[in-house]
T-cell receptor, first 111, second 112 residues
Framework: EDQVTQSPEALRLQEGESSSLNCSYTVSGLRGLFWYRQDPGKGPEFLFTLYSAGEEKEKERLKATLTKKESFLHITAPKPEDSATYLCAVQAEANDYKLSFGAGTTVTVRA | NAGVTQTPKFQVLKTGQSMTLQCAQDMNHNSMYWYRQDPGMGLRLIYYSASEGTTDKGEVPNGYNVSRLNKREFSLRLESAAPSQTSVYFC???????????FGQGTRLTVV
Protein backbone atom coordinates (compact mmCIF):
# COMPACT_ATOMS: atom_id res chain seq x y z
CA GLU A 1 0.00 0.00 0.00
CA ASP A 2 1.43 3.36 -1.04
CA GLN A 3 1.74 5.82 1.82
CA VAL A 4 2.31 9.57 1.77
CA THR A 5 2.83 11.58 4.96
CA GLN A 6 3.15 15.35 4.97
CA SER A 7 4.50 17.50 7.78
CA PRO A 8 3.84 19.79 9.43
CA GLU A 9 0.04 19.88 9.21
CA ALA A 10 0.08 23.66 9.46
CA LEU A 11 2.76 26.31 9.12
CA ARG A 12 2.47 29.97 10.02
CA LEU A 13 5.17 32.21 8.55
CA GLN A 14 5.98 35.87 8.61
CA GLU A 15 6.38 37.46 5.19
CA GLY A 16 9.97 36.85 4.08
CA GLU A 17 10.54 33.99 6.52
CA SER A 18 11.74 31.01 4.44
CA SER A 19 10.75 27.47 5.40
CA SER A 20 10.34 23.92 4.09
CA LEU A 21 7.50 21.42 3.87
CA ASN A 22 8.15 17.69 4.02
CA CYS A 23 6.56 14.81 2.09
CA SER A 24 7.65 11.31 3.14
CA TYR A 25 6.57 8.44 0.96
CA THR A 26 6.56 4.66 0.81
CA VAL A 27 5.94 3.19 -2.60
CA SER A 28 7.03 0.14 -4.54
CA GLY A 29 8.92 1.84 -7.32
CA LEU A 30 8.31 5.54 -7.70
CA ARG A 31 7.09 6.61 -11.11
CA GLY A 32 6.58 10.25 -10.18
CA LEU A 33 6.01 12.61 -7.24
CA PHE A 34 3.69 15.57 -7.66
CA TRP A 35 3.22 18.82 -5.76
CA TYR A 36 -0.07 20.70 -5.89
CA ARG A 37 -1.33 23.96 -4.43
CA GLN A 38 -4.93 24.22 -3.23
CA ASP A 39 -6.67 27.48 -2.37
CA PRO A 40 -9.82 27.45 -0.18
CA GLY A 41 -12.89 26.37 -2.13
CA LYS A 42 -10.85 25.47 -5.22
CA GLY A 43 -9.47 22.33 -6.80
CA PRO A 44 -5.77 21.42 -6.54
CA GLU A 45 -3.52 23.23 -8.99
CA PHE A 46 -0.45 21.46 -10.35
CA LEU A 47 2.99 22.83 -9.38
CA PHE A 48 5.75 20.27 -10.05
CA THR A 49 6.54 16.71 -11.05
CA LEU A 50 9.74 15.00 -9.84
CA TYR A 51 10.82 11.66 -11.26
CA SER A 52 14.11 10.60 -9.68
CA ALA A 53 16.24 11.20 -6.59
CA GLY A 54 18.37 14.31 -6.87
CA GLU A 55 15.97 16.11 -9.16
CA GLU A 56 14.96 19.71 -8.38
CA LYS A 57 12.32 21.99 -9.88
CA GLU A 58 11.77 25.72 -9.26
CA LYS A 59 8.92 28.13 -9.83
CA GLU A 60 9.10 31.66 -8.47
CA ARG A 61 9.58 31.35 -4.68
CA LEU A 62 9.01 27.58 -4.65
CA LYS A 63 11.63 24.86 -5.06
CA ALA A 64 10.90 21.14 -4.89
CA THR A 65 13.53 18.49 -4.25
CA LEU A 66 13.42 14.69 -4.18
CA THR A 67 15.32 11.93 -2.37
CA LYS A 68 14.59 8.20 -2.29
CA LYS A 69 12.38 8.56 0.80
CA GLU A 70 11.05 12.11 0.79
CA SER A 71 10.47 15.35 -1.00
CA PHE A 72 10.78 18.90 0.25
CA LEU A 73 9.00 22.01 -0.91
CA HIS A 74 11.09 25.03 -0.01
CA ILE A 75 9.38 28.41 0.15
CA THR A 76 11.89 31.26 -0.10
CA ALA A 77 10.92 34.73 1.16
CA PRO A 78 7.19 33.91 1.10
CA LYS A 79 4.50 36.50 0.43
CA PRO A 80 0.89 36.47 1.69
CA GLU A 81 -0.25 35.20 -1.72
CA ASP A 82 1.70 31.99 -1.07
CA SER A 83 -0.83 31.13 1.63
CA ALA A 84 -2.51 27.86 0.58
CA THR A 85 -2.61 24.16 1.29
CA TYR A 86 0.20 22.27 -0.43
CA LEU A 87 -0.47 18.66 -1.40
CA CYS A 88 1.99 15.93 -2.28
CA ALA A 89 1.06 12.84 -4.34
CA VAL A 90 2.94 9.78 -5.60
CA GLN A 91 2.46 7.52 -8.57
CA ALA A 92 3.78 3.96 -8.28
CA GLU A 93 5.18 1.87 -11.09
CA ALA A 94 2.87 -0.99 -10.09
CA ASN A 95 -0.27 1.03 -10.77
CA ASP A 96 0.53 4.04 -12.86
CA TYR A 97 -3.08 5.13 -13.15
CA LYS A 98 -3.39 5.94 -9.48
CA LEU A 99 -2.16 8.98 -7.54
CA SER A 100 -1.95 8.63 -3.76
CA PHE A 101 -2.16 11.91 -1.86
CA GLY A 102 -0.93 13.11 1.50
CA ALA A 103 -3.19 15.12 3.83
CA GLY A 104 -1.46 18.39 2.98
CA THR A 105 0.30 21.25 4.75
CA THR A 106 -1.64 24.47 5.23
CA VAL A 107 0.68 27.47 4.94
CA THR A 108 -0.35 30.90 6.24
CA VAL A 109 1.93 33.84 5.47
CA ARG A 110 1.35 37.01 7.50
CA ALA A 111 2.27 40.43 6.15
CA ASN B 1 -10.01 26.33 -22.42
CA ALA B 2 -12.34 25.05 -19.68
CA GLY B 3 -10.21 22.08 -18.50
CA VAL B 4 -12.25 19.94 -16.08
CA THR B 5 -15.81 21.04 -15.37
CA GLN B 6 -17.90 19.66 -12.52
CA THR B 7 -21.58 20.14 -11.83
CA PRO B 8 -23.18 20.99 -9.50
CA LYS B 9 -20.90 23.10 -7.28
CA PHE B 10 -23.07 22.67 -4.18
CA GLN B 11 -25.74 20.14 -3.23
CA VAL B 12 -27.72 19.28 -0.12
CA LEU B 13 -29.36 15.84 0.01
CA LYS B 14 -31.53 14.09 2.50
CA THR B 15 -30.45 10.67 3.71
CA GLY B 16 -31.57 8.05 1.22
CA GLN B 17 -31.82 10.38 -1.76
CA SER B 18 -29.85 9.71 -4.92
CA MET B 19 -27.91 12.01 -7.19
CA THR B 20 -25.32 12.05 -9.95
CA LEU B 21 -22.26 14.27 -10.04
CA GLN B 22 -21.20 15.19 -13.55
CA CYS B 23 -17.67 15.72 -14.84
CA ALA B 24 -16.41 16.65 -18.29
CA GLN B 25 -12.91 17.37 -19.59
CA ASP B 26 -11.87 18.97 -22.86
CA MET B 27 -8.17 18.03 -22.87
CA ASN B 28 -8.57 14.71 -24.70
CA HIS B 29 -7.26 12.84 -21.66
CA ASN B 30 -7.63 9.09 -21.42
CA SER B 31 -7.81 8.72 -17.63
CA MET B 32 -10.38 10.23 -15.31
CA TYR B 33 -10.79 10.08 -11.52
CA TRP B 34 -13.20 10.80 -8.71
CA TYR B 35 -11.77 11.79 -5.32
CA ARG B 36 -13.34 12.86 -2.06
CA GLN B 37 -11.64 15.27 0.30
CA ASP B 38 -12.34 15.31 4.02
CA PRO B 39 -10.63 17.43 6.69
CA GLY B 40 -7.34 15.92 7.82
CA MET B 41 -7.58 12.98 5.41
CA GLY B 42 -6.42 14.39 2.13
CA LEU B 43 -7.76 13.25 -1.21
CA ARG B 44 -9.01 9.67 -1.33
CA LEU B 45 -9.67 7.89 -4.61
CA ILE B 46 -13.22 6.62 -5.06
CA TYR B 47 -13.15 5.28 -8.62
CA TYR B 48 -11.07 5.80 -11.71
CA SER B 49 -11.30 5.12 -15.41
CA ALA B 50 -7.96 4.39 -17.04
CA SER B 51 -9.47 4.70 -20.51
CA GLU B 52 -12.83 4.93 -22.20
CA GLY B 53 -14.84 1.79 -21.49
CA THR B 54 -13.04 0.80 -18.27
CA THR B 55 -13.64 1.66 -14.63
CA ASP B 56 -11.96 0.44 -11.45
CA LYS B 57 -12.44 0.81 -7.72
CA GLY B 58 -10.17 3.04 -5.69
CA GLU B 59 -9.69 3.20 -1.93
CA VAL B 60 -13.25 4.11 -0.87
CA PRO B 61 -15.76 2.85 -3.48
CA ASN B 62 -18.56 1.67 -1.18
CA GLY B 63 -21.83 3.54 -1.73
CA TYR B 64 -20.80 4.89 -5.13
CA ASN B 65 -21.11 3.91 -8.77
CA VAL B 66 -19.51 5.46 -11.85
CA SER B 67 -20.10 5.63 -15.58
CA ARG B 68 -17.56 6.57 -18.23
CA LEU B 69 -20.06 7.89 -20.70
CA ASN B 70 -17.48 8.69 -23.38
CA LYS B 71 -13.91 9.94 -23.49
CA ARG B 72 -14.94 13.37 -22.16
CA GLU B 73 -17.41 12.50 -19.43
CA PHE B 74 -17.19 10.55 -16.17
CA SER B 75 -20.10 10.61 -13.72
CA LEU B 76 -20.35 9.59 -10.07
CA ARG B 77 -23.64 8.33 -8.64
CA LEU B 78 -24.78 8.07 -5.06
CA GLU B 79 -27.69 5.63 -5.04
CA SER B 80 -28.76 6.14 -1.42
CA ALA B 81 -26.93 9.03 0.21
CA ALA B 82 -25.68 8.72 3.80
CA PRO B 83 -24.36 11.42 6.17
CA SER B 84 -20.90 9.78 5.92
CA GLN B 85 -20.85 10.84 2.27
CA THR B 86 -20.82 14.50 3.24
CA SER B 87 -17.61 15.69 1.62
CA VAL B 88 -16.07 17.71 -1.17
CA TYR B 89 -15.84 15.70 -4.38
CA PHE B 90 -13.24 16.35 -7.05
CA CYS B 91 -13.03 15.04 -10.56
CA UNK B 92 -9.64 14.90 -12.28
CA UNK B 93 -8.20 13.85 -15.61
CA UNK B 94 -4.77 13.06 -16.99
CA UNK B 95 -3.06 11.47 -19.94
CA UNK B 96 -1.84 7.93 -19.52
CA UNK B 97 1.72 7.39 -18.41
CA UNK B 98 3.53 9.87 -16.23
CA UNK B 99 1.85 13.22 -16.12
CA UNK B 100 0.06 15.58 -13.84
CA UNK B 101 -3.65 15.35 -13.10
CA UNK B 102 -5.89 18.34 -13.68
CA PHE B 103 -8.72 18.92 -11.23
CA GLY B 104 -12.16 20.44 -11.39
CA GLN B 105 -13.38 23.03 -8.92
CA GLY B 106 -15.17 20.49 -6.74
CA THR B 107 -18.70 19.69 -5.59
CA ARG B 108 -19.51 20.38 -1.96
CA LEU B 109 -22.09 17.79 -0.91
CA THR B 110 -23.95 17.79 2.39
CA VAL B 111 -26.16 14.85 3.37
CA VAL B 112 -28.57 15.58 6.21
Amino acid sequence: EDQVTQSPEALRLQEGESSSLNCSYTVSGLRGLFWYRQDPGKGPEFLFTLYSAGEEKEKERLKATLTKKESFLHITAPKPEDSATYLCAVQAEANDYKLSFGAGTTVTVRA
Amino acid sequence: NAGVTQTPKFQVLKTGQSMTLQCAQDMNHNSMYWYRQDPGMGLRLIYYSASEGTTDKGEVPNGYNVSRLNKREFSLRLESAAPSQTSVYFCASRSTGVGEAFFGQGTRLTVV
